[in-house]
């Protein structure tokens, strides 16, 4: 959760072994996704990770719609260790120094037609500096997050981290 604060983002709800969050911004997400990939491998462990952006409905705290549907999905899809995000995430983050791999087109199951998936492999030093200076002071990073918060592309952004609890071989 210390991750969560650090990028701004709220945490909803777990289920199973499960944790639902949202973000103002896929930028948020994405640093945030990395870096707790990162500090549980730091542990023997492994985390998979799925992210959509899209419309959501609140009530009472919890969120749901099928841009929460969308976003378990993909994280189901992703193997242990690995972030992946719909081709929305993909597309509003372009230009962003974020870095992409292709994971080809699947369907998910109770949405319509097929949706590319793509795995996240590379994260700006920007981003992470800014990350690692918010942990210090609240200040820190100012002009990156400043940026992100400008973007209007993106109504509400969801992180879904399955943790899968498997140790390193």
């Not at 909803?12 to 990395?34: I, M, N, Q, W, Y």
């Not at 509003?92 to 974020?98: K, Q």
């Not at 994971?103 to 700006?124: D, F, I, S, T, Y």
């Amino acid at each position: 959760l210390r991750w969560l604060k650090r990028c701004k983002g709220r945490g909803v709800k777990t289920a199973g072994d499960g944790f639902l969050g949202v973000f103002e911004s896929p930028a948020r997400a994405l640093a945030c996704g990395d870096a707790i990939r990162n500090a549980v491998r730091e542990l023997g462990l492994e985390i998979r990770c799925g992210l959509h952006i899209g419309e959501i409905e609140t009530r009472d705290g919890d969120v749901g719609g099928i841009a929460v549907h969308i976003g378990s999905r993909v994280a189901g899809l992703a193997g242990p260790g690995e972030g992946l995000v719909s081709s929305t995430v993909c597309d509003a983050e372009a230009g962003s120094g974020f870095r992409f791999e292709e994971r080809g087109r699947h369907e998910l199951k109770g949405v319509p037609g097929q949706w590319r998936v793509h795995a996240l492999v590379g994260v700006p030093e920007e981003a992470r500096v800014a990350l690692l200076e918010s942990a210090s002071a609240d200040t820190g990073g100012a002009s990156f997050w400043a940026r992100v918060r400008k973007s209007r592309l993106v109504q509400a952004l969801l992180l879904y981290a399955a943790i899968s609890w498997a140790v390193l071989q």
